[in-house]
């Protein structure tokens, strides 16, 4: 990967390099990684399901379209998401209701143990926005 650090024959810095040129090849080479590895369809999936433009409806349509793609992060992210947009915009009776979250909920169930502890207080803290103090399957 090529690099605007001017180095001498002995690897060792030539001299003061200005910040901007040193924030400058940072950012060339983080966007030569970027488009040298495309985004997963995992990444693409947890992109949609975060974009700031959804509600908790778009995020309940999207995990159940793509249900048997979900992985642990990803489902985790959906429970999260919609309860976090159901509680800006209201209706978290409707949403801890919707068939689509506990579809989602049933298929986290595999992956609980390999939540990492942020994981494991998103969604328990979305149970308790969407008042779903049993838990279902998840806390079985």
């Known amino acids: 990967m090529a690099s605007f650090y001017p180095f001498n024959k002995d690897g060792q810095l030539a001299g003061r390099v200005p910040a901007s040129l040193r924030a400058g090849a940072a950012r060339q080479e983080s966007e030569v990684r970027k488009q040298a590895s495309p985004p997963t369809p995992s990444q693409l999936l947890h992109r949609a399901l975060i974009a700031k433009e959804n509600s908790s409806e778009d995020v309940l349509r999207i995990a159940g379209e793509r249900l048997c793609e979900l992985d642990a992060n990803n489902c ?11 509680r800006r915009a209201g209706g978290a009776a409707k949403v801890s209701r919707d068939p689509r979250l506990h579809g989602v909920m049933d298929t986290a169930v595999p992956f609980t143990d390999s939540w990492s502890s942020r994981q494991l207080c998103h969604v328990a803290w979305s149970m308790a926005v969407l008042s779903m103090g049993g838990g279902g399957s998840l806390l079985a």
């Open 76 to 86: 985790a992210t959906a429970i999260h998401k919609a309860a976090q947009f159901c």
